[in-house]
């Protein structure tokens, strides 16, 4: 079966710095996410990571502090620019799910990237 | 936008009990409902999900039903076993589109 995979798994930063995450996913899915998880909360859609054009963001994110390539249709990197200690959390890549004969509409989590910034 | 209301926000029951948990949604256009379960330290995972033009899903011990009017959808568990205790988040969205996740139901299924 298909696999997602996310690299780092996790990290230590220091305040100021950028942390690159990659996403890479054993066959070539539509649609492509970045979650954002904080300590003990709920999933909060960052952007949707859209193939050979910009990332299409929600509110409260923005290109500058959170960009996004999308260059193929299995790959996917978000950076976390300028961190600070409240950008520590998990980061989740998701796919839809049509490669595992489900339908578009589904989405499967990458196994995540914790990040702590110090 | 869309907004999605979960509760309770912590359930117990004993095992063999059942658990139910309740969505609601602001958003009439969101025609997909997933529900996902996350153990500790682990991704989310899809468990079972509802469309809307269907009222009710069943996958052993799991179900889901949906009252469009009302815009609320809950999950239920029977027969709960301690393997169930974990975070369980609700979700909609517009085909798979801008999915908002619920705020989380911590489930612990006692022994």
């Known amino acids: 079966s298909a696999v997602i995979s996310q690299k780092p798994s996790r990290d230590i930063c220091q305040r100021g710095t950028s942390l690159t995450i990659q996403c890479q996913v054993d066959?070539?899915?539509?649609?492509m996410f970045w979650y954002r998880q904080q300590p003990g909360q709920s999933l909060t859609l960052i952007a949707t990571?859209?193939?050979?054009?910009?990332?299409?963001?929600e509110s409260g994110f923005v290109i500058d502090k959170f960009p996004i390539s999308r260059p193929n249709l299995t790959f996917s990197t978000l950076t976390v620019s300028n961190m600070s200690p409240e950008d520590s959390s998990i980061y989740l890549c998701?796919?839809?799910?049509?490669?595992?004969?489900?339908?578009?509409?589904?989405?499967?989590f990458g196994p995540g990237t914790r990040l702590t910034v110090l | 936008g869309e907004n999605v209301e979960q509760h309770p926000s912590t359930l117990s029951v004993q095992e063999g009990d059942s658990a139910v948990i309740k969505c609601t949604y602001s958003d009439s256009a969101s025609n997909y409902f997933p529900w996902y379960k996350q153990e500790l330290g682990k991704r989310p995972q899809l468990i079972i999900d509802?469309?809307?033009?269907?009222g009710e899903k069943k996958d052993q011990r799991i179900a889901v039903t949906l009252n469009k009017t009302a815009k609320h959808f809950s999950l239920h568990i029977t027969e709960t076993q301690p393997e169930d205790s974990a975070v369980y988040f609700c979700?909609?969205?517009?085909?798979?589109?801008?999915?908002?996740f619920g705020a989380g139901t911590r489930l612990f299924v006692k022994a």
């Open positions: 509802i469309r809307s033009n269907v």
């Open positions: 979700a909609a969205s517009m085909g798979g589109f801008k999915t908002i």
């Open positions: 998701s796919v839809t799910g049509e490669i595992w004969g489900g339908s578009y509409n589904e989405q499967f």
């Open positions: 066959s070539q899915v539509t649609m």
């Open positions: 990571a859209n193939q050979g054009s910009e990332a299409t963001y």
